[in-house]
């Protein structure tokens, strides 16, 4: 039962890598995922905001998956005196995970107008010596270096470059023989690819919303809007692991506790029922320093049971890499959670 077309679920998620979304800059990932959203018959809609969502037309949905489509990325905040640009980021990633980050840097207009590295402000052992080991690791020492010729201030404004331009950092994903896929941004495209691949199995969307929201890693998460009528929200995300974590690398991680408590007790049962029921390999764990859509839902005072499950990843919010196994049970209990409708 649910049967996971894998191939099909990797090929959906190199191509969402492909996309740029930093925070509140999804769109490409919008006119990406809503034909087929569509193509599985249902209605899609956009807030002001840019979160996206889709149900059964006519349906009144009492609960909802969410699978936010934000990544981590950059801003230009100054141009240096040595030609390179100052950045600081877009979500919550340490500054060490940028040293090395191949990116795209958007004009005002949205486009790509340039590609470039992070780096640190002392890339060279051949010039500083035994500096670039002791130089701090913080955002206030990367810089952008840009793949231009001419990075004066005049080539840079008339290309639409400058203070305030978006930052995207490129996945640079390898997917190995033994099924792991590593990349950036694995948080949180792997889990909507789970949703796509849910979807493919034909489970039917009654009663359900499915919500992709634009700034979780902004710690905004889902609105009003988004949750009308709903009463339990099944969050989709990354699980992070290390030591102490008792993430499933090769399953379904439930998460009983986050940094804003317990999630709901009735919720997690039923992701934990479904998990035994249908045979899917899965773990509990607690996250002590995490942070979901649902979360900033319950925060705003939102009547909400939240449940989450995750993808179990090693590195988030750096050099991140799943096993293809963990993806395929995570779709599996999507899918046996959309059936399980009452």
């Not at 190995?176 to 690819?193: Q, S, V």
């Not at 995300?237 to 709901?264: K, N, R, W």
């Not at 990843?313 to 991140?320: C, K, L, N, Q, V």
């Amino acid at each position: 039962m649910f049967a996971i077309d894998t191939d099909a679920l990797v090929a959906d998620l190199l191509a969402m890598l492909a996309i740029p979304s930093p925070s509140l800059h999804g769109q490409p990932m919008v006119d990406w995922l809503v034909p087929r959203l569509e193509a599985a018959g249902l209605t899609v809609a956009t807030t002001a905001r840019g979160d996206l969502y889709a149900q059964r037309p006519g349906d009144t949905p009492s609960r909802a998956v969410t699978a936010h489509l934000d990544t981590l990325g950059a801003m230009v905040v100054r141009r240096r005196s040595d030609g390179r640009l100052a950045v600081r980021p877009i979500g919550h990633w340490n500054a060490r995970f940028a040293g090395g980050a191949r990116v795209r840097v958007h004009g005002y207009d949205g486009n790509v107008a340039a590609s470039g590295t992070l780096l640190p402000e002392k890339a060279s052992g051949h010039v500083f010596n035994e500096a670039v080991d002791h130089q701090p690791s913080d955002w206030a020492h990367i810089a952008l270096r840009l793949d231009l010729v001419d990075t004066s201030p005049v080539v840079l404004a008339a290309m639409g470059i400058g203070v305030g331009s978006l930052v995207s950092v490129e996945s640079q994903p390898v997917v190995t023989e033994t099924g792991f896929i590593n990349a950036r941004h694995l948080d949180n495209k792997a889990a909507i690819a789970c949703v796509l691949a849910a979807l493919r199995t034909g489970s039917e969307v009654t009663g359900t919303r499915l919500v992709f929201s634009c700034a979780e890693e902004l710690g905004v998460g889902m609105s009003q809007p988004l949750l009308a009528g709903v009463k339990e929200v099944l969050n989709l995300d990354i699980a992070a692991q290390g030591e102490g974590q008792h993430s499933c690398p090769h399953g379904v991680t439930i998460a009983m506790m986050d940094s804003l408590g317990p999630l709901h007790p009735m919720a997690t049962r039923r992701l934990v029922a479904l998990c035994e029921r249908h045979d899917i390999p899965f773990t509990r764990d607690c996250f002590p320093y995490y942070y979901c859509d649902g979360d900033a839902a319950s925060r705003a005072g939102m009547d909400v049971r939240n449940a989450l499950a995750c993808f179990g990843a090693d590195a988030s919010h750096g050099w991140e890499r799943v096993h293809r196994d963990s993806l395929v049970a995570l779709a599996r209990l999507v899918a046996s959670w959309l059936a399980d409708h009452d």
